[in-house]
């Protein structure tokens, strides 16, 4: 192998992979934790719930399922501060507690899309609201929020 093959294998090959696994190391893993769940709101029915558990609770509750990607640096670092954010504005789990003061902009958030985030949204099909469904959440959550 000339010095030039060794030097562009080191630079674009070796480099990359170290730091790729030195990375690894940041123990963000200590911030994935789901506390117990201590009260949710007064739901005015389990359909609302169950949207709400479908395009929200990753974020905003206590039971966050964590996939195995976000086990993995950097889109763990992603994956975790989103959630540790989106509960301090609005944790369903811990509902009458020191609330975030997202409350308010439920509905807002909804209809013009900017929750649950586009980003999560291509990862999670499921969390894809129709047009009703949107509606039918909003509504729900205003009979269960106030
Ligand atoms: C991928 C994670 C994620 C999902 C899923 C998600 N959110 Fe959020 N949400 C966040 C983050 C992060 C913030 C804080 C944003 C900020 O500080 O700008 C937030 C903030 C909010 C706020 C406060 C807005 C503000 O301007 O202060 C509301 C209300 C909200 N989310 C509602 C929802 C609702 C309702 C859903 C489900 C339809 C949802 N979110 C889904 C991550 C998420």
Wanted: hydrophobic share 40%; proline share 6%.
């Amino acid at each position: 192998m000339s010095k030039r093959t060794v030097r562009v294998i080191v630079v674009f090959i070796a480099i990359p992979v170290v730091l790729c696994l030195c990375i690894q190391l940041i123990p963000v893993w200590l911030a994935q934790k789901n506390p117990p769940v201590l009260s949710e709101p007064t739901w005015d029915n389990s359909q609302t719930r169950a949207l709400a558990k479908r395009a929200c609770f990753d974020c905003h509750s206590n039971e966050t399922v964590w996939p195995a990607y976000a086990r993995v640096a950097p889109v763990s670092w992603l994956v975790t501060l989103d959630t540790v954010r989106g509960r301090r504005h609005l944790n369903f789990s811990e509902w009458g507690q020191a609330r975030g003061e997202g409350t308010r902009q439920v509905a807002e958030v909804i209809r013009e899309g900017s929750m649950p985030p586009a980003m999560y949204v291509m990862m999670h099909r499921e969390a894809n609201l129709s047009q009703s469904e949107k509606q039918q959440l909003v509504q729900g959550l205003q009979a269960s929020l106030r």
